[in-house]
Each structure stands twice: as structure tokens, then as C-alpha cells.
């Protein structure tokens, strides 16, 4: 099956600072990708549409200043999580379609992201 | 938005006895996709079942699909203690979005 990578798998920082975080498709090309937030015992919350070659598209109530999306390549997508606060903290995934987009989401595994 | 709802939210079984998740979504689906999360990793597929479709099968995994009743269900015999994991289902929305609305899972626990 697809693989689809995500860096880092963790990181704490400081409040007030800018992280960033990779999502790969490592073995075939992605124009769309999606990136999901996710609480401990909680849903997926889909958070944007992350869309090659132009701008994402965020669902209602997802500032786009704060989590700033860029998707540059067909293997990548990025999600900068900008002056991160305490209340940013939780599970990032970004996942990806395969060829066919109505079947399953090739899913990356997860960023933790702990803000100080 | 259309999210599927699972039910029991939480489940502890013995191994080797059969675990039972229930999925109920609210509108008309192309398909209910049913993934599994090891705790703080991604999703990985397990089974898609289209509208079309009643029942389906993968390993010990069995997953039945009743559109009348707009409802789902995971069977997974003869657990194993490495099947601990919380388990998804997720509907894409039929003449729409392919992106997939998540439920809120099911915790499963198989003690060995």
C-alpha cells in the first residue's frame, strides 16, 4: 500500500513560537492531502484541504493565519503552526487518497505537538 | 455534517473472544470505511464497504453494512491481545465530498 511519512514525530516548544510539520508521500504523488487534528480520545477533526500548486481550502472555524498550509510539490505538503500556544497542543495527521478518491486515505503517523 | 457515531465507545474482552463495534451515520453514503489507530500513531484502512454492499470480509474481520438503518458494524473473531486499538469508522457522503467524516471510535482492550 501507499506510505505516507510525517516529520517530526514529536516536538515541545515554546509559546509564541512558529513549527512546522512535513507530510510525504513516499512511493506515489498526492495533489490533494488533508491534514486532521485530533484530541486524546477524540475524533479526527479535519482541519484543510491541502491542494498542489494552490491554496488550501480550510473548513469552517480553522484560522488560516494561525496554521498556515503550503503544498509545493506532488510528494509534500506542510503545515506551519504559527505563535503556537498551549491551547495548539495535540495530534496532528495528515493523510492522502489513492487513485481512486472515494476509497480509503492513506494516513501519515501522526505529529504529537506539546506547547510550553 | 454527516459523521458516523460508534457504539460501545469502549470495549474489554479476553482473547479469543469476539469483539462488535457498532457505526451509525445520519445521510446517504458511497461508502463506510472502517480504519484502526494504535494509540498515538496514524489510521491504518481496514475494510471499505460500498452502499451496494451488505457484508464483506478480511481476515477475522467481518463488517456488515444495513442502509435502511443507516448503520455498520466491525466483528473481529478471535481476538488477539494485539488487536488493543481504537477503531474508526468513517463514511464518504454519496453526490459529494470523497473526504471521509470520522466517528469518535471505539476503544478496544483484549486482555491476553
Known amino acids: 500500500g501507499a506510505v505516507v511519512s510525517q516529520h517530526p514525530s514529536w516536538v515541545i516548544c515554546k509559546s509564541g513560537t512558529s513549527v512546522k510539520i512535513e507530510c510525504r508521500s513516499l512511493d506515489f504523488q498526492a495533489t490533494t492531502m488533508f491534514w486532521y487534528r485530533q484530541f486524546p480520545k477524540q475524533s479526527l477533526m479535519l482541519m484543510a484541504t491541502?491542494?498542489?500548486?494552490?491554496?488550501?481550502?480550510?473548513e469552517q472555524g480553522v484560522e488560516k493565519d494561525k496554521f498556515l498550509i503550503n503544498h509545493a510539490s506532488l510528494t509534500l505538503s506542510t503545515l506551519t503552526v504559527t505563535s503556537a500556544h498551549p491551547e495548539d497542543s495535540s495530534f496532528y495527521i495528515c493523510?492522502?487518497?489513492?487513485?481512486?478518491?472515494?476509497?480509503?486515505?492513506?494516513f501519515g503517523p501522526g505529529t504529537r505537538l506539546t506547547v510550553l | 455534517s454527516q459523521q458516523g457515531e460508534e457504539d460501545p465507545q469502549a470495549l474489554s474482552i479476553q482473547e479469543g473472544e469476539n469483539a462488535t463495534m457498532n457505526c451509525s451515520y445520519k445521510t446517504s453514503i458511497n461508502n463506510l470505511q472502517w480504519y484502526r489507530q494504535n494509540s498515538g500513531r496514524g489510521l491504518v484502512h481496514l475494510i471499505l464497504i460500498r452502499s451496494n454492499e451488505r457484508e464483506k470480509h478480511s481476515g477475522r474481520l467481518r463488517v456488515t453494512l444495513d442502509t435502511s438503518k443507516k448503520s455498520s458494524s466491525l466483528l473481529i473473531t478471535a481476538s488477539r491481545a494485539a488487536d488493543t486499538a481504537s477503531y474508526f469508522c468513517?463514511?464518504?457522503?454519496?453526490?459529494?465530498?470523497?473526504?471521509?467524516?470520522f466517528g469518535r471510535g471505539t476503544s478496544l482492550i483484549v486482555h491476553p
Open positions: 493523510s492522502a487518497p489513492g487513485i481512486r478518491e472515494f476509497d480509503e486515505q492513506f
Open positions: 468513517a463514511t464518504v457522503a454519496s453526490g459529494g465530498s470523497y473526504i471521509p467524516t
Open positions: 491541502s491542494n498542489e500548486g494552490s491554496k488550501a481550502t480550510y
